[in-house]
């Protein structure tokens, strides 16, 4: 399995913006599809964004669509997730997971499609 570690989170305003990236090592990320994942306190772990292993497909929660952009950098071995417009029902902890391209041509929002997952970093959105 690939291991994953997230960094960037912290603590914005609304309005503004952050970058989380998700940093791959174990394995090369290209033979991998990767989702954005996000948990508040007292909910559910909700999908957020995902990308296919050449970049060339990606989604979106409708709550993020048109703020938020998922990208990836093969050579680099990370993703990253640029979020713009943040609000404050956007804090949560961010993780990022990963799943092999022969099981996940495209990226899916199901938790359980994903085998392999970073420890999260808390994003935190003041009004």
């Known amino acids: 399995q690939v291991q994953l570690v997230e960094s960037g989170g912290g603590l914005v305003q609304a309005e503004d913006s952050l970058r989380l990236s998700c940093a791959a090592s174990?394995?090369?990320?290209?033979?991998?599809?990767v989702g954005w994942f996000r948990q508040a306190p007292g909910k559910e772990r909700e999908f957020v964004a995902g990308?296919?292993?050449?970049?060339?497909?990606?989604r979106y929660a409708d709550s993020v669509k048109g703020r938020f952009t998922i990208s990836r950098d093969n050579a680099q071995n990370t993703v990253a997730l640029l979020m713009s417009g943040l609000k404050p029902e956007d804090t949560a902890v961010y993780c990022c997971?990963?799943?092999?391209?022969?099981?996940?041509?495209?990226?899916?929002?199901?938790?359980?499609?994903?085998?392999?997952w970073g420890q999260g970093t808390q994003v935190t959105v003041s009004s």
């Open positions: 990308i296919s292993w050449s970049g060339g497909v990606t």
């Open positions: 174990g394995r090369t990320i290209n033979r991998y599809s």
């Open positions: 997971a990963a799943a092999p391209t022969a099981r996940m041509t495209f990226p899916s929002s199901r938790t359980y499609e994903y085998d392999s």
